[in-house]
């Protein structure tokens, strides 16, 4: 920005088109002369190499010097004569030199180190012509731009004679605006890393005037460039006229030898064998793949037998020859000559390993031209295309295809024998933290054991298939319940089966749905359906892996489809709203902050508790968004508060496993304008254990910004003291469960007091939440807690509401 900034406040414009325009037609003819020099040999190249120096190097000296006379430092600046002619003698060895260099490059390398050398031209011929400045003072210098200008130059000038040495038109352009880009970003950057402020004009007695210079820079560069361009021009006709008479006659050689190869060619390179048969059926012409891959002896001289005798030597050369051989070639013989007389092919099957397809061609005078194509790996990928058309890549099980296929032999199988067919909905259980924790590959190991433990249960009238992920589907018929409960009782061992490698051991374990055919439903997609409902309750029931499907878990899919759809009718139209509760100091009562609260009044049902719908929208993806919304809208609303009140919002497991949680928050506070300091974030125990170490990795990014986290419903997780101890919590927050006796149960008591005693310890306060009586804040008093909220202290409403609640006991 400081170089922009200086190019278009420091300079007269004028001068600074002609410099550029300048510095690009000396560009152009630079790359062109270069091409030139390139093609030329002996004393020509050493001609041209000199020319096109001549050309860039006077370029870049007169963009210099124009680009210098349209500077302007506050005073006029006087020209050292000798010190000028200096620059342009540099300029035109070193750029000789590299050019010299980018010309007998043998490596892209080799042709950017030429370019680099023009490079190092344009930054010594710059610095010699400020040196060749009449003017007093101290010129000072800006070491970071000195160093960016020059590796600036050096850089895309080395761009351009790797990209312009050889190609199209279009490169040669690209190349000559890489090396203008060279020539003015070193210049300007090397300008604008100078400073002229100490610096005062002084008389150039015996020097050059500026207006004299500008004028002969300005002819004398068009007059050489146009010279240059001339030549180019020259030359690039010359070289198109002899590309053209170079094609006419490699067109006319290639034309000569493909009449005089063709037939060689076809026969030595074909991958197919050809033989040539006249119409006595002889052999006249074959390659050497024609034998090959009959089976026949290549050393053997084909030349002049019968297609009999072909077929005859074939097959001798199996590896099994029949023993009834000449009743054997009487059926080849009837088989192919309907094929001679008419056109066609036929596959032979010689072995596992070899499948030949022959094709006879008439050719109308009673010969013919049969061709042989070894067609073993495409019958191969055939049927191996066939088989994963219908089964699983990776674990080989039935795919969802092959499984509907199984249901239909299943479905005439039980019809028939009038018996009945489980279809049986299979989930894996925490399959993606395996995925998460330790890899995709030790899912797919994971998953490819399970399935061969599956195929090694299954027995007659049953079908294991994978449908996608870790979704299993299975089919069972049976007679009896108990067979199918055996058959259950089956998978669920598989399921619970250990598995351990070295470098994992885990227990998969799933949850079962099971319907059945035909009381659950008549066709697959319907049992499916129910399976994958009766599945979803095993999930949910914690004690059952296995559930039934019953008819009233219809309604409840139903009830649950309907609440997913109003979710996220609620998100587009704003259906929700936010509540605060008070929260206080026992000590003092003060107001220290409030809670967020997401409330939602479903149309046509009131208010639902969060805590149906929350479970709800973490299933259906909608969790995120409105946990989006909940924080964007609770740091608006708090930014706007007369009073620097700190707020409380809670995130979900979900959102607190998505490294994108750290942005958001940061976007909000942006947007809000709200101070990172009167925003705390409230994590479950729960939500950090599913994946610990990404979890509190994203808090700790949080927590950075200057935000308060705070952990809640404390000891009701799985791991308490080992969570406090992996991160430095900004508060901890006393589930409401404990408070609901603690004025008269004293094991209760004595929990809350263990809870607010490491609190103590660890320095970290404790908010106790549910307090609803005077006695239970006494006791929190007592024993020492920080904070607390509750229906005693203000119950959830706006926060005007709030502000005129009773402002509690003070100590």
Known sequence: MPVIQFLFTAHEPAHIVLAATICMISSYACIGLLRHARRAHGRMRSVWTAVAALAVGFGIWATHFVAVLAFRPGFTLGYDLWLTALSLLIAIVLCGVGIALAIRATSALDRFLGGAVVGVAISTMHYAGIAALVMGGSLGWNPGLVATSILSGMAFAGLAFTIGMDGSTRRLLSAALLLTLAICAMHFTAMAAADFSLCFPLSADGGLDGFWLSVALAFISMLLLALALGSTVLDEADRRRTERENERQLRDAARISEVTGKLELAMTHMAQGLGLYDAEGRLQLYNQRFPSLLGIDPAMNLAGISFRRTCHLSVLGSEHPPEDLEARIDQVMASHAPLIAGGGEIVHSFAEDRVLQVSHSPIGDGSWVTTIDDITERHRSQRAIAHLARHDGLTGLPNR????????????????????????????????????????????????????????????????????????????????????????????????????????????????????????????????????????????????????????????????????RDLWT??????????????????????????????????????????????????????????????????????????????????????????????????????????????????????????????????????????????????????????????????????????????????????????????????????????????????????????AQGFLLGRPGSIDWADRLEPGLRA
């Open 570 to 787: 609620a998100l587009e139209q704003n259906g929700f709203y936010l509540a605060y509760q008070v929260q206080k100091s026992v000590a003092t009562g003060d107001i220290t902050g409030y809670e967020v609260l997401l409330r939602w009044n479903r149309p046509g049902h009131g208010e639902v508790p969060p805590s149906e719908f929350i479970p709800v929208a973490e299933e259906c993806g909608a969790i995120n968004a409105i946990g989006i919304w909940v924080l964007k809208m609770a740091c608006l609303e708090a930014a706007s508060w007369p009073e620097p009140y700190k707020i409380a919002v809670n995130v979900s497991g979900i959102q607190l496993s998505q490294v994108e949680l750290v942005e958001t928050v940061r976007n909000v506070l942006f947007m809000s304008g709200l101070a990172p300091a009167r925003l705390e974030l409230e994590v479950t125990e729960t939500s950090i254990i599913g994946d610990k170490q990404r979890a509190l990795h994203i808090l700790r990014q949080i927590k950075a910004m200057g935000v308060s986290i705070a952990i809640d419903d404390f000891c009701t997780g799985y791991s308490s003291l080992d969570t406090l101890r992996s991160f430095p919590f900004d508060k901890i927050k006393l589930d409401r469960s404990f408070m609901s006796e603690v004025e008269s149960n004293e094991q209760s008591k004595a929990i809350v007091r263990a809870i607010l005693a490491l609190g103590r310890s660890l320095s970290v306060p404790v908010l106790a939440e549910g307090v609803e009586t005077r006695e239970q804040l006494d006791v929190l008093r007592k024993e020492g807690c920080t904070e």
């Open 401 to 564: 295809a092959r499984f509907r296929e199984s249901f239909d032999w299943a479905l005439a199988r039980a019809e028939e024998a009038g018996d009945k067919i489980a279809i049986i909905a299979i989930d894996l259980d925490h399959f993606k933290e395996i995925n998460d924790s330790h890899g995709h590959a030790a899912g797919d190991m994971v998953l490819k054991t399970l399935s061969g433990c599956f195929n090694s249960l299954l027995g007659e009238g049953e079908v294991i298939a994978r449908l996608g992920g870790d979704e299993f589907a299975a089919i069972k018929i049976f007679t009896t319940m108990d067979g199918l409960r055996e058959f259950l009782q089956r998978l669920e061992a598989a399921l619970t089966q250990r598995i351990e490698t070295e470098a994992l051991k885990v227990t998969p374990g799933g949850s079962i749905g099971v319907a059945v055919w035909p009381d659950d439903g008549r066709d697959l997609s319907k049992l499916m359906s129910n399976a994958d409902l009766a599945m979803y309750r095993a999930k949910i029931e914690f004690d059952r892996r296995i559930c039934y499907y019953e008819h009233d878990m219809d309604e409840q899919a139903r009830q649950r489809r309907d609440m997913v």
